[in-house]
């Protein structure tokens, strides 16, 4: 769309005057006026473009329904100093604040807020991309996409590429806070475990780099979730190397048994596979003739080397799995990427999704291999609901080598994958129907998964974990949600919390609280 990085013009002085809305925010929008920042619009002012620039990053349909709160005023910074700006007016004019980069948050955090008096600050301007191969690092803008990113770095190198995930469009600003999974972390780790500097807009609305703001800060920037700390405007990145080809591949396999005879045997091999391979598990069910369902599974991943060694190291460590040429793809690292997004190379750059719905999502982690009995159990769900899917990714490699307290990501060593449920529709009267589906699978899955606490993924952020109406949460209260993102890391990340923001000026629903 052509709002994508243009700047928003019509906002005139004069024009501002006349609108309701002005009798409702004067103070923070003649604050931004006099600081210089004109590209921001309101709910009143420009009904159309808020609208347009307001859903245009918002990937969860769920969040555009009658009745969730939206931002009064969207300000989308075209430098990072008319974000320091941004912030310092929102905090002088008692205004709260959202953050939003590709607005890929599975709970709509980075764009709805419990307080009716709330201000969006989207960084989608804020994208540059700076590739130093000398150093091999990278700059990356906290708007910038994970697949303009791969794109500025493939620009560079065919020898070298980044940990980030398979969507895209989401934006590196969250999904960096997170952790950020990715096919390349059973060899380089996560996304997070790759940062090595980055610019943050604190509470005070300073600008700070790993020197200025501390160390302590700068661990829990990295895997200590969006929108508790200040906003991220620009992460330092080390890429990695990768061979000159690599090899994709999409197994597809249907039956019942055959299915569950597989995952299980996946759940003992993946996790300790070679780091260079990555075989990650899709697994739905599928409609057959009449009213008959049964399973279907994809193995889908990526092979650091050419296909002969991949159909080596398969039949080898997993002939049952029983993989053939004609299933893998022998490309670039580049082209890996596009063919795992389901997409063209030269659409990674695109920021828009034409294909949004109404989804709801849940993790886990897996300590235990689950047996074929809890299994098939699980199939039992999937075939009731056509829409949902889970997907289990392998953990070893590189994340069993890092302790848990490196970054503020806690789930290493011990744990065999992760899995992520999700559920996907598109009529919005039948959302209780799709989330009461969803909370059932999880309950049926407790004896299944790790234990003291139930681990979870933040980047899958869940609110039925917890939370609290506009970031009020006590210590305690947030623990519920706080230790299976963090496990024995979210002392230490309130700790911090409450040195760097004591005021919780960063807060949402499921934020770091503030020691009282």
Not at 269 to 274: N, V
Not at 287 to 309: A, E, P
């Amino acid at each position: 769309m052509a709002f994508s990085r243009v700047s928003l013009l019509c906002i005139a002085l004069l024009a501002i005057s006349g609108w309701a809305c002005a009798q409702d925010a004067p103070g923070l929008m003649s604050c931004l006026q006099q600081k210089g920042i004109t590209n921001f619009t309101t709910s009143s002012s420009a009904p159309s473009m808020y609208t347009s620039m307001l859903y245009f990053s918002l990937q969860n349909l769920r969040f555009t329904e009658p009745g969730v709160l939206r931002p009064f005023v969207l300000i989308l910074p075209r430098t990072k100093q008319e974000v320091v700006k941004s912030v310092r007016c929102c905090i002088r004019q008692g205004w709260e604040i959202r953050v939003r980069s590709g607005g890929h948050s599975y709970e709509g955090l980075s764009s709805t807020s419990d307080a009716r008096n709330f201000a969006l600050i989207d960084l989608m301007n804020i994208a540059d991309v700076k590739v130093d191969m000398k150093s091999k690092t990278a700059w990356v803008e906290a708007g910038a996409t994970v697949g303009e990113l791969y794109s500025a770095v493939a620009e560079k190198s065919t020898e070298y590429g980044v940990a980030a995930g398979t969507c895209p469009t989401m934006g590196t600003g969250g999904h960096f806070s997170g952790g950020g999974m990715s096919l390349l972390s059973r060899k380089y780790g996560l996304a997070a475990d790759n940062i090595i500097d980055a610019l943050l807009v604190d509470a005070n609305g300073r600008l700070l780099d790993r020197k200025s703001m501390g160390e302590d800060l700068f661990w829990a920037l990295r895997g200590g979730g969006g929108g508790s700390w200040g906003i991220v405007v620009a992460w330092k990145i080390q890429l990695l190397k990768v061979p000159p080809k690599v090899t994709v591949f999409t197994v597809k396999r249907t039956g019942r048994d055959q299915v569950t005879e597989l995952v299980h045997r996946w759940q003992s091999i993946a996790p300790f596979l070679e780091e260079d391979l990555f075989i990650r598990v899709f697994i739905y069910g599928t409609q057959l003739q009449g009213d008959h369902t049964d399973v279907q599974l994809t193995f889908s991943g990526m092979y650091l080397g050419r296909q002969d060694q991949l159909l080596n190291v398969v039949n080898k460590n997993f002939p049952e799995m029983g993989m053939a040429a004609g299933e893998c793809n022998e490309t670039s690292w580049i082209d890996s990427i596009s063919y795992t997004a389901y997409t063209t190379t030269a659409d990674l750059v695109s920021r828009s999704n034409p294909n949004k719905m109404y989804f709801k999502a849940k993790s886990d982690f897996v300590t235990s291999p689950i047996p074929p009995s809890g299994l098939q159990g699980a199939w039992k769900f999937l075939e009731e609901e056509l829409k949902g899917f889970i997907i289990f990714a392998p953990q070893g490699g590189r994340m069993y080598e890092i302790q848990p307290s490196e970054i503020p990501f806690p789930h290493r060593a011990g744990y065999l994958y992760n899995i992520q449920y999700q559920v996907t529709w598109k009529d919005s009267t039948k959302d209780s129907q799709y989330m009461d589906w969803m909370r059932r699978f999880y309950a049926y899955m407790t004896p299944y998964v790790s234990k003291s606490p139930r681990a979870a993924y933040v980047n899958y952020i869940d609110l039925d974990l917890g939370s609290a109406p506009n970031g009020t949460a006590t210590v305690q209260e947030a623990r519920s949600w706080g230790e299976s993102y963090f496990g024995a890391n979210y002392d230490r990340l309130v700790t911090v919390k409450t040195k760097i923001d004591p005021y919780n000026v960063f807060r949402n629903a499921q934020s770091i609280p503030v020691k009282k």
